[in-house]
């Protein structure tokens, strides 16, 4: 399985900004698709996940409200929208992909990854 994660770019505090992650090779176990960032310095936290068969999210408290998470199952694709950015939300942002059947927000559990994408929030 493969991922492409694409969409930074350098916005201003308040903007919005979309990422797509689009998933090829993908097989009916690797059902979980999730968003993590990392700033420099710091470890590599969880964002956001979807399952691609059910109606299933989760956020970190960090962005709920003001981040949503998305899928296309045409089009093998992820997004992540976005809304009221912070200089904190600063950071490389990944998509991942896991087996299983639970959301889990641990980087480690997730087996595939993107090579990610930059985000940066001027103030």
């Known amino acids: 399985m493969q991922l492409v994660d694409s969409g930074g770019g350098l916005v201003q505090a308040g903007d919005s900004l979309t990422l797509s992650c689009a998933a090829s090779g993908r097989t009916v176990n690797t059902d979980i698709m999730g968003w993590f960032r990392q700033a420099p310095g710091k470890e590599r936290e969880f964002v956001a996940a979807?399952?691609?068969?059910?109606?299933?999210?989760r956020y970190a408290d960090s962005v709920k409200g003001r981040f949503s998470i998305s899928k296309d199952n045409g089009k093998n694709t992820v997004y992540l929208q976005m809304n009221s950015l912070k200089p904190e939300d600063t950071a490389v942002y990944y998509c991942?992909?896991?087996?299983?059947?639970?959301?889990?927000?641990?980087?480690?559990?997730?087996?595939?990854w993107g090579q990610g994408t930059q985000v940066t929030v001027s103030s």
């Open positions: 979807i399952r691609w068969s059910a109606v299933s999210t």
């Open positions: 991942a992909a896991r087996s299983g059947v639970g959301i889990v927000t641990t980087a480690y559990d997730y087996a595939y």
